[in-house]
């Protein structure tokens, strides 16, 4: 399984922008994917994942009601749509995807997930 992350840019504080993340492979059937990002000197972290089997979606607080993690069932694509972006929300962005079966819900740990993409970085000007 290969992921592949696009769309990070430079924006000004409220602006908006939308990351994709493309999955490809083997015949690809994951169980969740996710966002996770990681600042200058910080770890990694969870910013929002989407259950694949039912759309189910979850976010880390500093994002919810500014951030969604819409999907392509049928292109296996997942985005992060992020609006009234923040100088804090700077970033390099992950994409990730758990594909076995786990009964938990949700992922918000690095080791719940099999896949990572190679990150693109997202900078939101003051």
């Known amino acids: 399984v290969q992921l592949q992350a696009y769309g990070g840019g430079l924006v000004k504080t409220g602006g908006y922008l939308t990351l994709s993340c493309a999955a490809s492979?083997?015949?690809?059937?994951?169980?969740?994917m996710g966002w996770f990002r990681q600042a200058p000197g910080k770890e990694r972290e969870f910013v929002a994942a989407i259950r694949w089997t039912d759309g189910s979606t979850y976010y880390v607080d500093s994002v919810k009601d500014r951030f969604t993690i819409p999907r392509d069932n049928a292109k296996n694509w997942v985005y992060l749509q992020m609006n009234s972006l923040k100088p804090e929300d700077t970033a390099v962005y992950y994409c990730?995807?758990?594909?076995?079966?786990?009964?938990?819900?949700?992922?918000?740990?690095?080791?719940?997930?099999?896949?990572w993409g190679q990150g693109t970085q997202v900078t939101v000007s003051s």
């Open positions: 990730a995807a758990r594909v076995d079966y786990t009964g938990n819900w949700p992922l918000r740990s690095n080791y719940e997930y099999d896949y």
């Open positions: 492979g083997r015949t690809f059937s994951s169980y969740a």
